[in-house]
């Protein structure tokens, strides 16, 4: 199509006035059109960041244009009858460079429109009747966060933390005036920019919003959100939070001290591959130190520390450790702080120290397990939140709850709310209910602290300060239902609760972990390598592809020893722990991959292997596994958590004998069916 003839569909009818802007209430649908148009037909720009930051200045011109404006004047950001497509352009680019003297901060002084003119009439023709600044704030909202999360993703561990979890974590720490206010890693602003909201929402007054973040585009991203929310005194810096105070630009320091805010909300950067380095920077936390575990403990219970700062110095430290300690240190005496991190920091045994220093300067108010589908399709990560009070020793009790649903599915898209006859449950207004737990976790939070959480679920339940000794703040070590189920089962006085550890402990079990062996001895032979997904059930399924030569198996067969009736259980991998099988005397030549257990009943006159088999198929110890596997990064690992595993021995030696005579019955068909099938092949043309 001809330019002019585009020039000219684009052109309004009359000329624009501001007094006849309407509020804008479909800003999403339109960015998603301008971003849709510029793929389809703007030549030289197609990537995702580059569109948004083009929409962005353009946003900037609209919003400046409102605030020049009088009623009875024209609106510049506009196209108009009559006028060239050079007047046109030579107009709003003028426009630009007056927003460019206005905002300093955020737009550099050589920074364009990178736009040809026939486009640009057209993006303009699709906000020049709306009113941005008078629009609702929850639309700009919810319309800017999707343009700039599908525009800026995960770089050097950012990634932009839902929406329905930050109005979880405000909700619970509820914002309130005259508090001073910061995230320290706040990325383009999601935070600053909600919490915003909710205090304007409750008419709070004098408080005090502030943001750092080093990446210098985040920064500006975060002025510019906060700038179309009309929030006009920000205090946004592009500094690195984890630096020491004494660098900071002098106008930051005259800004942001440590040991004076109120309230803190943050998702900082995470992950092993972009550790903090630098004597300099790691000396200033006592994080960025070696702990020692103390073995001079007398008792679970005992008031003495579990691990001590040494005075040696770390090498590097993932930074979102040294962000747990700069928070507390930002944080007032009585200040409040709520982290996403992930789940690994809440139970790897190498990282309780950090538990260690937090409970010497705050009391662990909560933590709030997210699903693993939180934060993708970004990253696959787990993680939880943590709620912090700067005063130690102030609570009995933790508050604990498991968000397994988020509303939104591995890939991002929306999950409602089901009945039973598989119909979408529906609102007073016939909407559909996205299925998310955070709001009702919200609520119990607030009822835990405010001492009147009656009825404990998934979605709110308490834990005393001494259960929590081991530094274990995994919501779902505690789930309340198992732990009250165990309490039955003991009551009842029918079973000895026995846990694995006192089994090995006690000579009657035996476990033993199984070995890597490198994918490229893959298909070299005939010996099977049993993995976990080979574990399937309660059979040992053989994998050709992965079978491996002679020679490979002669070096592991006296090490590995498997041997008739050994169970091999799966112990790490996602959706398959807890996983096992019975090894048969046609399943014992082969090598055990190292994600496997290898149990073995050395005393099986004291306890039968088929009834242990048994035990570790029961519902109860089935949910005892969910409850200790821990997810490290992306991956799923029960760890030596299978020691503290209770099982549920029958005290009714003839009933223990009856099951186990059944379960070992299964076994030998099964071996049979198996031997059957494979003549079968094995005569076969």
Same mark, same amino acid.
């Given at each position: 199509?001809?330019?002019?003839?585009?020039?000219?569909?684009?052109?309004?009818?009359?000329?624009?006035?501001?007094?006849?802007?309407?509020?804008?209430?479909?800003?999403?649908?339109?960015?998603?059109?301008?971003?849709?148009?510029?793929?389809?037909?703007?030549?030289?720009?197609?990537?995702?960041?580059?569109?948004?930051?083009?929409?962005?200045?353009?946003?900037?011109?609209?919003?400046?244009?409102?605030?020049?404006?009088?009623?009875?004047?024209?609106?510049?950001?506009?196209?108009?009858?009559?006028?060239?497509?050079?007047?046109?352009?030579?107009?709003?680019?003028?426009?630009?460079?007056?927003? !460019?003297?206005?905002?300093?901060?955020?737009?550099?002084?050589?920074?364009?429109?990178?736009?040809?003119?026939?486009?640009?009439?057209?993006?303009?023709?699709?906000?020049?009747?709306?009113?941005?600044?008078?629009?609702?704030?929850?639309?700009?909202?919810?319309?800017?966060?999707?343009?700039?999360?599908?525009?800026?993703?995960?770089?050097?561990?950012?990634?932009?933390?839902?929406?329905?979890?930050?109005?979880?974590?405000?909700?619970?720490?509820?914002?309130?005036?005259?508090?001073?206010?910061?995230?320290?890693?706040?990325?383009?602003?999601?935070?600053?920019?909600?919490?915003?909201?909710?205090?304007?929402?409750?008419?709070?007054?004098?408080?005090?919003?502030?943001?750092?973040?080093?990446? =210098?585009?985040?920064?500006?991203?975060?002025?510019?959100? =906060?700038?179309?929310?009309?929030?006009?005194?920000?205090?946004?810096?592009?500094?690195?939070?984890?630096?020491?105070?004494?660098?900071?630009?002098?106008?930051?320091?005259?800004?942001?001290?440590?040991?004076?805010?109120?309230?803190?909300?943050?998702?900082?950067?995470?992950?092993?591959?972009?550790?903090?380095?630098?004597?300099?920077?790691?000396?200033?936390?006592?994080?960025?130190?070696?702990?020692?575990?103390?073995?001079?403990?007398?008792?679970?219970?005992?008031?003495?520390?579990?691990?001590?700062?040494?005075?040696?110095?770390?090498?590097?430290?993932?930074?979102?450790?040294?962000?747990?300690?700069?928070?507390?240190?930002?944080?007032?005496?009585?200040?409040?702080?709520?982290?996403?991190?992930?789940?690994?920091?809440?139970?790897?045994?190498?990282?309780?120290?950090?538990?260690?220093?937090?409970? +010497?300067?705050?009391?662990?108010?909560?933590?709030?397990?997210?699903?693993?589908?939180?934060?993708?399709?970004?990253?696959?990560?787990?993680?939880?939140?943590?709620?912090?009070?700067?005063?130690?020793?102030?609570?009995?009790?933790?508050?604990?709850?498991?968000?397994?649903?988020?509303?939104?599915?591995?890939?991002?898209?929306?999950?409602?709310?089901?009945?039973?006859?598989?119909?979408?449950?529906?609102?007073?207004?016939?909407?559909?209910?996205?299925?998310?737990?955070?709001?009702?976790?919200?609520?119990?939070?607030?009822?835990?602290?405010?001492?009147?959480?009656?009825?404990?679920?998934?979605?709110?339940?308490?834990?005393?300060?001494?259960?929590?000794?081991?530094?274990?703040?995994?919501?779902?070590?505690?789930?309340?239902?198992?732990?009250?189920?165990?309490?039955?089962?003991? !009551?009842?006085?029918?079973?000895?609760?026995?846990?694995?550890?006192? =089994?090995?402990?006690?000579?009657?079990?035996?476990?033993?972990?199984?070995?890597?062996?490198?994918?490229?001895?893959?298909?070299?032979?005939?010996?099977?390598?049993?993995?976990?997904?080979?574990?399937?059930?309660?059979?040992?399924?053989?994998?050709?592809?992965?079978?491996?030569?002679?020679?490979?198996?002669? +070096?592991?067969?006296?090490?590995?020893?498997?041997?008739?009736?050994?169970?091999?259980?799966?112990?790490?991998?996602?959706?398959?722990?807890?996983?096992?099988?019975?090894?048969?005397?046609?399943?014992?030549?082969?090598?055990?991959?190292?994600?496997?257990?290898?149990?073995?009943? =050395? !005393?099986?006159?004291?306890?039968?292997?088929?009834?242990?088999?048994?035990?570790?198929?029961?519902?109860?110890?089935?949910? +005892?596994?969910?409850?200790?596997?821990?997810?490290?990064?992306?991956?799923?690992?029960?760890?030596?958590?299978?020691?503290?595993?209770?099982?549920?021995?029958?005290?009714?030696?003839?009933?223990?004998?009856?099951?186990?005579?059944?379960?070992?019955?299964?076994?030998?068909?099964?071996?049979?069916?198996?031997?059957?099938?494979?003549?079968?092949?094995?005569?076969?043309?």
């Amino acid at each position: 199509m001809d330019l002019f003839v585009t020039a000219e569909i684009n052109k309004p009818k009359k000329l624009i006035y501001k007094q006849n802007l309407f509020p804008i209430n479909n800003l999403k649908i339109i960015f998603r059109e301008i971003r849709d148009y510029f793929a389809g037909n703007v030549t030289g720009i197609t990537r995702d960041e580059k569109i948004a930051q083009n929409i962005m200045r353009l946003l900037f011109c609209k919003i400046y244009d409102e605030k020049n404006t009088q009623d009875e004047q024209l609106v510049n950001f506009a196209n108009r009858p009559n006028e060239t497509l050079q007047e046109f352009e030579k107009r709003i680019f003028a426009l630009f460079e007056k927003v !460019k003297n206005q905002y300093a901060d955020i737009f550099e002084i050589d920074e364009e429109i990178e736009i040809q003119a026939a486009d640009l009439s057209f993006i303009i023709s699709k906000m020049e009747n709306y009113s941005i600044l008078n629009a609702d704030r929850d639309i700009i909202a919810d319309a800017f966060e999707e343009l700039i999360s599908t525009s800026f993703r995960g770089g050097e561990g950012q990634f932009f933390t839902p929406r329905n979890v930050v109005q979880m974590m405000i909700d619970v720490l509820q914002p309130a005036s005259g508090e001073r206010i910061i995230d320290p890693a706040c990325g383009s602003g999601g935070f600053i920019a909600h919490i915003l909201q909710y205090l304007i929402k409750n008419k709070a007054s004098n408080y005090y919003i502030s943001g750092i973040d080093k990446d =210098l585009f985040l920064s500006k991203l975060a002025k510019i959100y =906060l700038t179309i929310l009309g929030e006009s005194e920000y205090h946004i810096f592009c500094e690195n939070s984890l630096e020491n105070p004494a660098n900071w630009k002098p106008e930051t320091q005259a800004q942001i001290q440590l040991g004076t805010f109120d309230l803190i909300l943050a998702n900082p950067p995470f992950g092993a591959k972009i550790p903090v380095i630098g004597k300099n920077l790691l000396k200033q936390y006592e994080l960025g130190h070696f702990w020692v575990e103390n073995n001079n403990l007398n008792g679970i219970t005992s008031n003495k520390a579990r691990w001590i700062l040494t005075k040696d110095l770390r090498e590097k430290q993932p930074p979102q450790i040294l962000f747990i300690e700069r928070i507390i240190q930002l944080l007032k005496e009585g200040g409040r702080a709520g982290i996403v991190l992930p789940e690994g920091v809440f139970g790897n045994p190498s990282d309780r120290y950090i538990w260690e220093y937090v409970k +010497q300067y705050c009391s662990i108010l909560g933590i709030v397990s997210l699903s693993q589908e939180t934060f993708q399709p970004s990253t696959h990560t787990k993680t939880s939140v943590v709620f912090l009070e700067k005063k130690p020793n102030n609570r009995s009790q933790v508050f604990m709850a498991i968000a397994k649903n988020v509303g939104h599915d591995k890939n991002g898209k929306p999950t409602f709310k089901f009945n039973k006859d598989g119909t979408y449950i529906l609102d007073n207004n016939g909407n559909k209910i996205l299925d998310d737990d955070t709001p009702e976790i919200a609520q119990n939070f607030i009822k835990f602290l405010k001492g009147n959480l009656e009825e404990e679920s998934t979605l709110g339940f308490f834990v005393s300060v001494e259960e929590t000794d081991n530094h274990i703040y995994i919501p779902e070590v505690y789930k309340p239902e198992v732990k009250q189920r165990l309490a039955e089962i003991k !009551k009842s006085g029918l079973y000895d609760l026995v846990k694995i550890g006192d =089994l090995v402990e006690k000579g009657i079990l035996q476990i033993k972990r199984g070995n890597e062996i490198g994918s490229k001895y893959y298909g070299t032979g005939d010996v099977p390598f049993v993995r976990t997904t080979d574990i399937v059930n309660w059979e040992i399924k053989i994998n050709p592809v992965k079978s491996v030569s002679e020679e490979i198996y002669q +070096q592991y067969k006296k090490q590995q020893d498997v041997r008739e009736n050994d169970i091999l259980f799966v112990n790490d991998g996602t959706f398959l722990i807890g996983r096992c099988a019975i090894v048969t005397e046609n399943d014992t030549k082969c090598i055990i991959q190292s994600h496997l257990r290898k149990i073995r009943v =050395l !005393k099986p006159d004291e306890l039968n292997p088929f009834y242990l088999f048994y035990l570790l198929n029961s519902n109860i110890v089935q949910k +005892q596994i969910e409850m200790l596997t821990f997810v490290q990064a992306t991956l799923s690992t029960l760890g030596n958590r299978i020691m503290d595993l209770e099982l549920p021995i029958h005290k009714n030696k003839k009933e223990t004998e009856k099951i186990a005579n059944e379960i070992e019955m299964i076994i030998q068909l099964k071996k049979q069916l198996k031997q059957q099938a494979r003549k079968i092949i094995e005569d076969s043309l």
